[in-house]
């Protein structure tokens, strides 16, 4: 399978079996395009006709390029990998990798979008005691198997409302991983609220990563995430952002934004993150309840899916100023990238990732805590809804229906689970708005790396 695009005036052709890209000029890309279901006489002819200039000669030299590319298997790869997928995930099964902790269920914002009901999870208020988040830390080393690098999220509602016990579960972490041979990288997702010269110097030792949330435009910022009294959080917590992310050296964070039907031009929003110096940015399309107003609609898609390409100009226009920035869905190496495990399994939730409440219930991810439905077991007794967790194991990019003949399959990996369940009843399902939204991300993506590899080797920008 291949997927032809032009963005940008490049002429790209995505071999999507192989991963290879291709720039190519008019007439090679219009060859490629009938290659298949044109006899070769053919579809010479019909180019002749439509490209007076070129004699047969080069067309026949063309055509005979594209066949060479097709022997290579640069073009036209065949599908190999669904046979494996099943046999690669089961290498894995049992194995945990990664937790997340519900290290409190309370906030300090009262957003009006939060999928997690303002940090509660249709539930009560809690916080995780030490000794619950000491077990879960038991719980990942005990089911890691022979991984020796073990990942840890610090999630709420809001985690620096239970400080205290993030700094003893890290302590308790770095304690043990030497005498158990396995290595924690810590990452914390905060609301800023409560960000303190305490908060900056732990992070910068301790988080691997750390997640700052931010809308953007203070007046859409402030719409959304706003304390109890309805007040915004903008004007508090830019400055304490700003303060730990140049404590930082600004690197290894994100901001993190969410766009909604109030600003589907989001574009603006990366902008007033950059005029405020973040460079790691991130802005996610909310997924909300059918009758939420926050809710993108179909005329939404259109404006979103120019915010996209526009972004990907910005990036090249501040590439070329020597201003560079991250911008998270656009992260994509064209010479490497994950491995084709990861590629067919997608994020591992409910089988090597799993979210832990403050009591030590298990959920296969965050977005599935307080559904009865998904309840793994607990941190003490383990896994014991083995239904569940074999519905997540048997999900792959090739048991989804629709993700077969798409091309961007082996990008997104069957998507997100509970997208998918939200949306259709089922975690083997699709979101298909989320799916129209990320295929214009890879091809945005894909155009932005060509781009630069062109710029890194010299050569002139189209």
Same mark, same amino acid.
């Given at each position: 399978?291949?997927?032809?695009?032009k963005?940008?005036?490049?002429?790209?052709?995505?071999?999507?079996?192989?991963?290879s890209?291709?720039?190519?000029?008019?007439?090679?890309?219009?060859?490629?395009?009938?290659?298949?279901?044109?006899?070769r006489?053919?579809?010479?002819?019909?180019?002749?006709?439509?490209?007076?200039?070129?004699?047969?000669?080069?067309?026949?030299?063309?055509?005979?390029?594209?066949?060479?590319?097709?022997?290579q298997?640069?073009?036209?790869?065949?599908?190999?990998f669904?046979?494996?997928?099943?046999?690669?995930?089961?290498?894995?099964?049992?194995?945990?990798?990664?937790?997340?902790?519900?290290?409190a269920?309370?906030?300090n914002?009262?957003?009006?979008?939060?999928?997690?009901?303002?940090?509660?999870?249709?539930?009560?208020?809690?916080?995780?005691?030490?000794?619950?988040?000491?077990?879960?830390?038991?719980?990942?080393?005990?089911?890691?198997?022979?991984?020796?690098?073990?990942?840890?999220?610090?999630?709420?509602g809001?985690?620096?409302?239970?400080?205290?016990?993030?700094?003893?579960?890290?302590?308790?972490?770095?304690?043990?991983?030497?005498?158990?041979?396995?290595?924690?990288?810590?990452?914390?997702?905060?609301?800023?609220?409560?960000?303190d010269?305490?908060?900056i110097?732990?992070?910068n030792?301790?988080?691997?990563?750390?997640?700052?949330?931010?809308?953007?435009?203070?007046?859409?910022?402030?719409? #959304?995430?706003?304390?109890?009294n309805?007040?915004?959080?903008?004007?508090?917590?830019?400055?304490?952002?700003?303060?730990?992310?140049?404590?930082?050296?600004?690197?290894?964070?994100?901001?993190?934004?969410?766009?909604?039907?109030?600003?589907?031009?989001?574009?603006?929003?990366?902008?007033?993150?950059?005029?405020?110096?973040?460079?790691?940015?991130?802005?996610?399309?909310?997924?909300?309840?059918?009758?939420?107003?926050?809710?993108?609609?179909?005329?939404?898609?259109?404006?979103?899916?120019?915010q996209?390409?526009?972004?990907?100009?910005?990036?090249i226009?501040?590439?070329?100023?020597?201003?560079?920035f991250?911008f998270?869905?656009?992260?994509?190496?064209?010479?490497?990238?994950?491995?084709?495990?990861?590629?067919?399994?997608?994020?591992?939730?409910?089988?090597? #990732?799993?979210a832990?409440?403050?009591? +030590?219930?298990?959920?296969?991810?965050?977005?599935?805590?307080?559904?009865?439905k998904?309840?793994?077991?607990?941190?003490?007794?383990?896994?014991?809804?083995?239904?569940?967790?074999?519905?997540?194991?048997?999900?792959?990019?090739?048991?989804?229906?629709?993700?077969?003949?798409?091309?961007?399959?082996?990008?997104?990996?069957g998507?997100c689970?509970?997208?998918?369940?939200?949306?259709?009843?089922?975690?083997? +399902?699709?979101?298909? #708005?989320?799916?129209?939204?990320?295929?214009?991300?890879?091809?945005?993506?894909?155009?932005?790396?060509i781009?630069?590899?062109?710029?890194?080797?010299?050569?002139?920008?189209?």
């Open positions: 399978m291949i997927h032809q695009f963005l940008n005036g490049y002429n790209i052709v995505l071999d999507v079996c192989s991963g890209v291709h720039v190519v000029d008019d007439v090679t890309y219009d060859l490629i395009a009938g290659f298949e279901t044109s006899g006489d053919e579809l010479i002819d019909e180019l002749a006709s439509n490209y007076k200039d070129i004699d047969r000669d080069e067309l026949t030299e063309i055509y005979e390029s594209v066949e060479g590319l097709k022997e298997g640069k073009l036209f790869t065949e599908d190999t669904e046979p494996k997928a099943t046999v690669l995930k089961a290498k894995t099964n049992g194995v945990v990798k990664a937790l997340c902790l519900h290290i269920h309370t906030c914002l009262n957003c009006e979008y939060c999928f997690a009901s303002q940090g509660k999870y249709h539930g009560d208020r809690a916080v995780m005691s030490f000794e619950v988040g000491k077990r879960a830390l038991d719980f990942l080393i005990e089911n890691s198997g022979s991984r020796r690098n073990l990942e840890v999220d610090f999630f709420g809001e985690p620096l409302m239970n400080f205290d016990v993030v700094k003893q579960l890290v302590a308790y972490a770095r304690s043990v991983e030497k005498e158990k041979g396995k290595n924690f990288r810590f990452t914390l997702t905060t609301n800023g609220v409560l960000i010269d305490d908060v110097e732990f992070a030792k301790e988080m691997s990563n750390v997640v700052l949330s931010l809308d953007g435009r203070k007046e859409i910022h402030d719409h #959304y995430r706003v304390d109890y309805g007040k915004g959080s903008w004007e508090k917590i830019v400055p304490k952002f700003q303060k730990l992310v140049n404590a930082r050296e600004g690197k290894n964070y994100y901001m993190r934004g969410t766009f909604t039907h109030r600003n589907p031009d989001f574009l603006e929003d990366i902008k007033t993150m950059l005029d405020l110096g973040f460079t790691e940015l991130s802005m996610e399309p909310v997924v909300c309840g059918e009758n939420d107003p926050a809710r993108l609609t179909e005329e939404d898609k259109e404006i979103v899916m120019k996209y390409e526009d972004l990907a100009k910005l990036m226009e501040k590439d070329r100023e020597g201003k560079p991250t998270y869905h656009y992260m994509l190496d064209l010479k490497g990238g994950p491995c084709i495990y990861k590629r067919i399994s997608g994020c591992g939730a409910g089988t090597e #990732y799993m832990v409440t403050p009591w +030590g219930d298990l959920y296969p991810c965050h977005q599935f805590v307080g559904d009865e998904f309840l793994l077991g607990n941190i003490f007794d383990g896994v014991k809804n083995d239904n569940i967790r074999e519905e997540f194991f048997k999900c792959n990019v090739y048991t989804r229906e629709e993700c077969k003949n798409c091309w961007a399959r082996l990008y997104c990996s998507g689970f509970a997208n998918a369940y939200h949306a259709t009843g089922s975690v083997n +399902g699709i979101y298909e #708005y989320g799916c129209d939204l990320f295929r214009k991300r890879m091809e945005c993506a894909l155009m932005l790396a781009d630069r590899e062109f710029n890194q080797d010299g050569n002139s920008a189209q």
